[in-house]
């Protein structure tokens, strides 16, 4: 199938590793530009040289904290009229029952993640209004579907952004582009592995044994089998989904 993307230019957030650096490379792979956005401009250098050694396309990146909206508003000033498309990604909302995760835990993640997705379509959304075109991808989570007191943060957090998410892409075809959503489940990242710590640590009150409380039925994805739905939902065979949030999570939310 050709997903009609070669010579788009697309940017991703918390592109350094796990699901954001499988959907560069995929998205290289297409014959698509990068920008990469991460905090870490070690880890960046790394995907960046590592996807450039792979494939033919430019990549350019951006060491940047997006917890500070004037970061969000300085990377879409400047690079907002070349792209064609945004995957946000960007943030790991700490996992753990509420009495562990304090005020200015829980304010950090939501800082990150759903005001730097918030800010992030904001800025974005006049220029892609101008153009008549675009795509914003935001990878939120399953924590807003079946929220559980074991990720309280990320439950009420992801379930902004899917409804945010709804909203806004309810309306951004009329404007000429579309805004959708994915929803992970469990994926083997590092970002899982530290919420199994906090689990087991609450459960056991030994974080050493995280491995007992990865789930099993279904067991947890590859950041690639997210990555395919993104790249797809953000091609033109996708040309009538706009405000759809889509899970991939082998089934579990709905057993």
Request: charged share 25%; net charge negative; aromatic share 6%.
């Amino acid at each position: 199938m050709d997903l009609r993307l070669a010579g788009k230019t697309v940017l991703i957030t918390g592109a350094s590793k796990g699901i954001g650096l499988a959907c560069a490379e995929l998205f290289a792979e297409e014959g698509c530009d990068l920008h990469l956005v991460a905090r870490t401009g070690a880890d960046l250098e790394q995907a960046r040289d590592a996807i450039r050694g792979r494939h033919n396309v430019a990549v350019t990146i951006h060491p940047l904290d997006l917890s500070d909206g004037g970061n969000v508003k300085r990377l879409v000033a400047e690079t907002g009229e070349s792209l064609d498309i945004v995957v946000n990604n960007a943030g790991a909302i700490p996992g753990g029952p509420i009495h562990m995760i304090d005020e200015e835990r829980w304010r950090e993640a939501w800082d990150l993640k759903v005001f730097g997705y918030i800010n992030m379509c904001r800025e974005l959304y006049p220029v892609f209004q101008a153009k008549g075109a675009g795509v914003i991808v935001n990878v939120v989570g399953t924590g807003g579907e079946r929220p559980l007191a074991g990720y309280i943060a990320g439950a009420g957090g992801n379930a902004g952004l899917i409804a945010f998410t709804r909203a806004l892409g309810g309306k951004s075809p009329d404007d000429g582009f579309r805004i959708v959503g994915v929803n992970p489940g469990p994926i083997l990242t590092e970002r899982l592995t530290t919420i199994m710590r906090a689990q087991a640590l609450d459960k056991f009150g030994d974080e050493e044994r995280w491995e007992e409380c990865m789930p099993t039925n279904p067991p947890p994805g590859e950041p690639e089998d997210c990555a395919d739905l993104v790249v797809f939902l953000a091609s033109e065979r996708a040309k009538h989904i706009s405000g759809t949030v889509v899970t991939i999570d082998g089934g579990a939310v709905s057993r």
